[in-house]
């Protein structure tokens, strides 16, 4: 499985960036990739839309995209138990429990 590792905040400055980086997995058909958000400590709504449509594209396309947040990003953990993405997406606390 690819690893897309994102560092910093996915705020709006950066949401351009986060979006390029998704689909420039899906254009090289890595349709099946890891979002490591190890190094994420806030998350703009934004970022989740764009996260929820990549994970449409890639299930429509037949691949998966999977979720490393570390158990000790609380705050990220809780943002995944409140929108209830953790039902939609696998999240993982490390890339080997890939």
């Known amino acids: ?4 590792k994102i560092t ?6 950066k949401i351009e960036d986060f ?5 420039d ?6 349709f099946s990739f890891a979002l490591d958000l190890s190094a994420v400590q806030v998350m703009c709504s934004t970022a989740i839309g764009i996260m929820i449509s990549a994970y449409k594209k890639a299930k ?3 691949g998966d995209i999977v979720l490393i947040v570390p158990e000790l990003n609380r705050e990220l953990q809780q943002v995944f138990t409140i929108t209830r993405l953790n039902t ?3 999240i993982v606390t490390s890339a080997n429990e890939l």
């Open 1 to 4: 499985m690819y690893l897309l």
């Open 8 to 13: 910093g905040n996915l705020t709006t400055d």
């Open 19 to 23: 979006k390029k980086a998704i689909e």
């Open 25 to 30: 997995c899906f254009n090289t058909k890595k």
């Open 60 to 62: 429509t396309s037949g």
């Open 88 to 90: 939609i997406f696998r």
